[in-house]
């Protein structure tokens, strides 16, 4: 592995490298990682000629820049090299410069989440695992669930009882070990929490765990390599738990630390009004307090984020923004995405798009600068919100007559 050591993301303080080592000896749980590379040593194994032979379709072509040994990795579920479409309809729409959507819902288990999932089963196989842990508002639930199953790993999923049918389907039909906790997030993570000391599992809780948002910046090195190397000025991402953005920023500044970009590009960090305690410790420039869980785009609604350090700096030190947006702007976003360009994502999915419209009429984000917006999940999980953003069809009985006289059809 091309790992130097660690530095806490709160007292500053380094460490070499451990194989168990979660969180700062000295601080505790609230001492989050970052895994320090060996660029130099990087930099011969992965570089545009290396990635211009590289025929590898998923996250794995990166694998010089992740915390594993990174054997075996042909025999895993697909994740990642998810398409980057451009949108001219949706540019003119927003009034941006050029629009670019990630589409991470088609991977294997319908988010981005995949990718840090990956990456966890494959750390846990390589420290003698049998069993994954964790607590989720369902996609890294159910991602971790059925990456691990193609890799005959067990997990046992906690999850609150608000998480959508479809997410806990999904876990059900992968074999889970479900547990389906009455409380909200925050219980559902301590008692993760407390399952994980008591039986010793693999702990894929983002929050604590710095391999998973290694995992996630896979999808920043696949959008600077699929722009050749020119990102867009922006990237707009939803955030819950802070693990994404940070990963977002991480893979950006990989780049930079390889001299394959030359900047990270502006990170817009976008929430739900209904649950925002990014945006209110961002735009106040003071520490995160308990925010409620009060949205539909259940996937970020995480009232104390368990990753607060990476989450910030990622937004602080790319010189982007911090933005808020209504439920309704989520509904409506999923229209807009789904009717323009095809694109079906859950609410929190589609919440860094409805940001970039909110950015762009606040002045944020001006209309000669290009944008990346990640959907970060499938909407197929979560129809009941899907109907409430796409309404009813037409009831029309089996014939031709009423139809023609209903008007429907112009
Ligand atoms: C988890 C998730 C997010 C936010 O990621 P965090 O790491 O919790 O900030 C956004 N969208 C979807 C679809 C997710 O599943
Ligand atoms: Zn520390």
Same mark, same amino acid.
């Given at each position: ?15 070499p ?39 590898t ?10 915390p ?40 294997p ?19 003698g ?27 046992v ?5 608000r ?70 000025? *922006?990237? %707009? &991402? $939803?955030?819950? @738990? ?5 990963? !977002? ?72 923004? *911090?933005? %808020? &947006? $209504?439920?309704? @702007? ?5 229209? !807009?995405?789904?009717?323009?360009e095809g ?7 589609v ?6 419209r ?53």
């Amino acid at each position: 592995m091309n790992i130097t050591g660690y530095t806490c993301t709160l007292c500053g303080g380094e460490f070499p490298y451990e194989e168990d080592m979660l969180t700062c000896p000295d601080c505790g749980e609230k001492g989050i990682l970052d895994i320090n590379f060996d660029y130099e040593t990087i930099k011969k194994q992965l570089n545009r000629d290396t990635l211009a032979a590289d025929p590898t379709n998923s996250l794995w072509r990166y694998r010089a820049l992740l915390p594993v040994e990174g054997k075996d990795w042909e025999r895993f579920l697909r994740v990642g090299w998810s398409p980057l479409y451009r949108s001219n309809r949706l540019e003119r729409e927003l009034n941006v410069k050029a629009l670019y959507i990630k589409d991470d819902g088609i991977n294997p288990t319908g988010s981005l989440k995949d990718r840090a999932s990956a990456v966890a089963v494959m750390r846990a196989k390589e420290l003698g695992f049998e069993t994954i842990a964790c607590s989720s508002t369902g996609n890294a639930a159910s991602s971790v669930a059925g990456n691990a199953a193609r890799m005959g790993l067990k997990t046992v999923i906690f999850v609150p009882s608000r998480a959508p049918k479809g997410k806990v389907a999904q876990l059900l039909i992968f074999g889970a070990n479900v547990i389906s906790v009455e409380g909200d997030y925050r219980q559902t993570f301590e008692l993760s929490r407390a399952a994980i000391d008591k039986w010793g599992f693999y702990n894929r809780n983002a929050g604590i765990n710095p391999i998973m948002i290694e995992g996630k910046k896979t999808v920043s090195l696949e959008i600077a390599e699929q722009m050749m190397f020119r990102p867009s000025d *922006w990237v %707009a &991402v $939803s955030v819950g @738990d802070g693990c994404t953005v940070g990963g !977002v920023y991480n893979g950006f500044n990989d780049l930079v630390k390889l001299g394959l970009i030359e900047r990270v590009p502006k990170i817009l960090g976008v929430q739900s009004t209904g649950c925002c305690p990014f945006v209110d410790a961002g735009n106040a420039n003071r520490p995160l307090s308990p925010a409620e869980e009060n949205t539909i785009a259940d996937s970020i609604a995480v009232g104390v984020p368990r990753n607060p350090e990476k989450a910030l700096r990622a937004v602080r030190e790319s010189g982007g923004r *911090w933005i %808020a &947006v $209504s439920d309704e @702007d989520i509904l409506d976003a999923m229209r !807009v995405l789904g009717r323009t360009e095809g694109v079906f994502g859950e609410p929190a999915g589609v919440t860094a798009t409805a940001g970039v419209r909110a950015a762009v009429s606040a002045g944020i984000i001006s209309p000669d600068e290009s944008v990346t917006v990640i959907s970060t999940g499938s909407g197929l999980k979560d129809v009941v919100n899907a109907m409430k953003a796409a309404g009813e069809p037409f009831s029309c009985p089996p014939d031709i007559e009423f139809l023609a006289n209903s008007g429907r059809i112009r």
